[in-house]
């Protein structure tokens, strides 16, 4: 008689990641809304129990979700200060990041659940320590200025892209989004409002790879 086999032993943070990333992918595509427990749950190649023992319901999976699809860790330091604008547009304009996290947020905004938790994470994960970082002066409405300028140029550039895909956006485009961002991280203490009405030109002029 063949000795019973042990059950097989699941891989916890590589179910976790699996889900999440099935998450991420359905409320980017369809919103908090519509997206089900169950259909998420197909996509990982899990069960419904399963993802909610690991996320407790549908609001702590998308809290999670979009969570992870907010990684600041790294972006925001002394040293990226003088090229900030620059830094987030060679970012934004790779092709090699899965970037969902704009359209999670606006797909979110039809239902007051799903509104509320990505104010709450957005409010802690993005503009708190951009706000931080910033400094004075108006270091919070500068940092909201920022998340305005990035999730229009994702959600344009990526979710509804308005260029032809041959084409993709343009170089003064692109130089136009970096400027406009670093105007806004220069208005430090003792320069003004330099970019409160037209973004000021970065001190750090590093080319802008061809999209």
């Not at 197909?42 to 999670?64: C, H, N, Q």
């Not at 990505?118 to 270091?139: F, H, I, S, Y």
Request: glycine residues 8%; contains cysteine; hydrophobic residues 45%.
């Amino acid at each position: 008689m063949d000795a019973p086999t042990e059950p097989k032993r699941r891989n916890a943070p590589k179910t976790r990641a699996a889900i999440l990333a099935a998450a991420q992918q359905a409320f980017a595509d369809i919103g908090y809304s519509q997206a089900g427990i169950r259909e998420i749950a197909a996509i990982a190649g899990v069960s419904s129990t399963l993802l909610l023992r690991y996320f407790g319901s549908k609001a702590g999976l998308f809290e999670a979700a979009l969570t992870a699809a907010m990684p600041m860790d790294g972006l925001l330091t002394q040293n990226a200060r003088d090229s900030f604008g620059e830094h987030l547009t060679r970012l934004f304009l790779d092709a090699t990041l899965d970037i969902k996290a704009p359209s999670i947020v606006v797909l979110s905004i039809g239902d007051a659940d799903g509104r509320g938790i990505a104010t709450r994470v957005t409010e802690e994960r993005v503009l708190q320590p951009l706000a931080a970082w910033l400094g004075p002066p108006d270091a919070r409405a500068r940092a909201f200025q920022v998340i305005m300028l990035a999730m229009g140029f994702v959600l344009c550039t990526r979710q509804i892209p308005l260029m032809p895909a041959a084409r993709g956006i343009d170089r003064k485009t692109a130089r136009w989004f970096a400027e406009a961002v670093q105007g806004v991280v220069d208005q430090s203490d003792g320069a003004g409002a330099r970019g409160a009405t037209r973004p000021a030109r970065s001190r750090h002029r590093a080319a802008i790879p061809k999209p």
